[in-house]
């Protein structure tokens, strides 16, 4: 019988998709192991293989349709012998095609006696159509909820079997967007998108979409400033050793094409730091809190669109110049989202360097579930007292984000001050 290719969930994360690109047609011999398309996730766009063998017979989700929550059907394997008539209601509609047909059309190759008709549609207080599938409105009406007051998960805002089930009973109906402005402030989350736009009507503007990364980075660090309690712990480390150490190193490792950044060497710091300072090393977990044994340190790039944080295990094991190459690796493929979920899930502690942009200090977010995150500025040339004598030292400014449900602030004053040390005493980074 026909075989449904499901929406693979292709990070333990990950809840739904973008399909970007078929790389077969309807018609199409696909055999186990094929790549059949490609599948951008909230990180990075991915390849997905066949898993059975067969015929291509129908493709139910087009490329681009955005949104696809994981196991939706996307496509239906067709065995030798088979032909497109023998698809038929046990494979749900494309997704992207299921507006088209009337809500409350039932499919004609039901193999069960149809049940009782659903409600008929909703219709929003402007007399909108309330689009949901016929599954989601007989639920909706079984536990008194309005389907006026849900947001659908499916195609084009469609709604779903799993949108009503999540919703609770008795649910209030939605304000119609020309809502009083009392009504319109009491929403938690601000103003509605279309509100904010009316205000900017008479202006030049551009709507740029937000793609999934963004808007996973919108969700996540939002969540982040409201739920993570932060506090904040400033220190600076005078460079001049470090500056004077690295460039002699780099002369000597010219010749195997190494050259050792600074980042290199704060990387390699905050990992030593952090066996020093094992309770620091720990990640929160909702109903306890997780040590790590190895120094797991994940590191912000900035790519088009967003950002990634791969994450380079087993730092404190490694040598200066293994770091460097590993960390250009992950920024390469990371830029070019071609990082796989494990290179930038996990870790208990990162590094926010801005340094290379002039900013001399600032806060960063934690990314939960980390338990700090270490915010780097630029080194800059500064009068400082020595001795009693006022010199001129290469200064970089620090401030370490701390989550205070892991880290208490004597334990991570205690972390600060040994990432200090080893910055300030790097051939002891080498011992």
């Not at 409600?119 to 159509?129: E, I, N, T």
């Not at 295990?313 to 960390?327: G, N, P, R, V, Y």
């Not at 494990?342 to 939960?368: K, R």
């Amino acid at each position: 019988m026909p075989t449904e290719i499901l929406m693979p969930a292709l990070s333990p994360t990950m809840e739904e998709g973008t399909l970007a690109k078929w790389l077969v047609k309807e018609g199409d011999e696909v055999k186990s192991g094929d790549i059949i398309a490609e599948i951008e996730t909230d990180k990075a766009t991915m390849e997905f293989e066949a898993v059975d063998e067969g015929t291509v017979g129908r493709i139910l989700v087009e490329e681009g349709a955005a949104g696809v929550r994981v196991n939706t059907p996307i496509a239906v394997l067709l065995e030798e012998g088979e032909s497109a008539d023998d698809i038929g209601a046990a494979s749900a509609p494309a997704p992207a095609k299921a507006e088209a047909a009337p809500a409350a059309e039932t499919p004609k190759a039901e193999a069960k006696p149809a049940p009782a008709p659903a409600p008929a549609a909703p219709q929003s207080a402007s007399g909108d159509r309330i689009f949901a599938s016929p599954l989601a409105r007989r639920i909706a009406a079984e536990k008194g909820i309005d389907l006026t007051s849900i947001k659908g998960s499916g195609p084009r805002g469609r709604i779903v079997k799993a949108d009503v089930e999540s919703a609770k009973p008795g649910a209030a109906p939605a304000k119609a967007e020309a809502a009083s402005a009392p009504a319109a402030a009491a929403a938690p989350q601000g103003p509605s998108a279309d509100a904010i736009a009316r205000i900017y009507a008479d202006r030049e503007t551009e709507e740029v979409a937000l793609d999934g990364m963004r808007r996973t980075i919108a969700q996540r660090l939002g969540e982040a400033k409201q739920t993570i309690p932060h506090f904040y712990l400033r220190r600076s480390a005078k460079l001049d050793a470090l500056m004077k150490f690295r460039g002699d190193l780099n002369k000597q490792l010219e010749a195997r094409g190494v050259k050792l950044s600074v980042n290199d060497f704060i990387i390699k710091a905050c990992a030593l730091a952090l066996q020093e300072v094992p309770d620091a090393n720990a990640v929160w977990a909702g109903d306890r809190i997780i040590k790590l044994k190895p120094s797991d340190v994940a590191v912000a790039v900035a790519v088009e669109g967003g950002l990634f944080t791969p994450v380079l295990k087993d730092a404190q094991q490694k040598t200066l110049s293994a770091l460097s190459s590993e960390m250009k690796d992950l920024a390469n493929r990371a830029k070019n989202k071609k990082l796989a979920p494990h290179e930038y899930q996990g870790g208990s502690f990162a590094i926010s360097n801005l340094g290379m942009f002039g900013i001399e200090n600032f806060d960063a977010v934690i990314n939960p579930p980390h338990g700090a995150i270490l915010a780097v500025g630029a080194g800059i040339q500064t009068p400082v007292v020595e001795n009693g004598e006022v010199v001129v030292r290469n200064v970089m400014s620090m401030t370490l984000s701390v989550d205070h449900r892991v880290i208490d602030g004597a334990l991570g004053a205690q972390l600060l001050e040994a990432i200090v040390k080893h910055l300030e005493n790097p051939m002891g980074m080498l011992a």
